[in-house]
């Protein structure tokens, strides 16, 4: 059994995306634009939860499942800190990405935020679902411990003393609420993928998995020292989540050593796509189908092409304009860039700046070339 190709999933894996993509858009779903003036802009739905109530909004998010329709009417404050967290981890994909031919572009009319490359069971696919995971986790557990929710707030787990290797401590302050985070999480985004029972499900369950451990993975002790003069013979401690940037790191480095892999016959897990291939673990992503090489605008495989994406010419790595612009060779343009530059701070309370202007040349990729034969018809 090979690996398995989009062709063998039908068309409603179209809608077995995360519906988290649904809930997080940064469009306003028409269907509920319409029912409100208010409604107009980029601003995601679920941010009107409050204005419209939560079953205006929920009922009108396509795609969810009775459990994720459940969850978004009973906890609609929720609904609001996934959607802060959405924006988070967008930008760290587009981060991740910035010198990638794919660069986790967003659609601003695809209720899919990413289009139909999502539909190819790949190593982006197989990212964003990690990625999007994570950040539902980290949003979540972050308003748990900053108030903003009232179904959690801190750690509950973490009392009493403890010892690390500098010796016993006191746990104190205000954890993380990491447990609430993933449990939350897995109940929301896994609850469609549950419902459908098939071989891109199990796949996108695994890489949800491996985002929500992510998260916990980079959790850090934080310490108070108690003493005379700070000399520490006392510590109180909390857990504390660190920068979402680490756990983006990681999942790309996940991402580069994803493992290929084929569902097994019962469909119940995996196994190497071909044989001397190594087996995927828990903490790998895992994709079935090849990725396609993102040089040209290929709307069927949601492929936007490196048309007029700006590239190194000296680099030698991906964002390097021989790899970017996939040997069609690039554009020079001179341009002029105003910066602030020479600040100063002026007593009292002003920083001054000067205008510097600089003359640069920016390289953007060459289109493809059309073939004769078009330019003859």
Request: charged content about 25%; aromatic content about 8%.
């Amino acid at each position: 059994m090979g690996p398995i190709s989009p062709a063998e999933f039908p068309k409603r894996q179209a809608s077995a995306l995360l519906c988290l993509f649904e809930l997080v858009s940064p469009v306003v779903i028409q269907s509920v634009e319409k029912r409100s003036d208010a409604l107009t802009g980029p601003s995601p739905p679920y941010r009107y939860i409050g204005a419209l109530g939560a079953r205006v909004i929920c009922d009108n998010i396509p795609g969810l499942v009775s459990r994720q329709r459940q969850l978004c009417q009973r906890y609609p404050d929720i609904m609001r800190s996934v959607g802060e967290g959405a924006r988070e981890w967008i930008r760290e994909c587009q981060h991740q990405f910035r010198h990638h031919r794919w660069n986790c572009t967003t659609l601003d009319r695809d209720h899919t935020v990413f289009g139909r490359v999502m539909l190819r069971s790949s190593r982006e696919a197989a990212f964003v679902y990690a990625i999007s995971s994570a950040g539902v986790v980290h949003a979540i557990t972050r308003a748990c411990s900053q108030g903003e929710l009232s179904v959690c707030s801190c750690d509950p787990y973490t009392r009493g003393r403890h010892h690390d290797q500098r010796g016993d401590f006191d746990w104190g302050g205000c954890s993380d609420n990491i447990h609430y985070g993933v449990r939350f999480a897995k109940a929301f985004v896994d609850a469609k993928e549950k419902r459908l029972k098939d071989a891109r499900a199990l796949m996108n369950l695994h890489n949800n998995r491996c985002g929500r451990t992510a998260v916990r993975r980079f959790l850090k002790l934080e310490c108070k020292c108690h003493g005379v003069s700070g000399s520490c013979t006392l510590r109180t401690c909390w857990r504390a989540l660190s920068d979402f940037r680490r756990t983006g790191d990681y999942l790309r480095r996940r991402y580069d050593g994803a493992v290929q892999v084929t569902a097994t016959q019962d469909g119940a897990n995996f196994t190497a796509a071909r044989q001397g291939y190594r087996h995927a673990t828990r903490t790998d992503l895992v994709y079935f189908d090849n990725s396609p090489d993102y040089c040209v605008l290929d709307k069927a495989a949601g492929s936007l092409g490196t048309a007029g994406r700006v590239c190194s010419k000296t680099s030698k790595g991906t964002d390097g304009c021989e790899i970017m612009c996939c040997g069609r060779g690039y554009d020079t343009t001179r341009v002029t860039r105003v910066t602030q530059c020479e600040c100063k701070f002026h007593w009292c309370c002003a920083v001054r700046c000067k205008e510097c202007r600089n003359t640069v040349d920016v390289h953007t990729c060459k289109a493809p070339k059309k073939a004769e034969w078009l330019d003859q018809t």
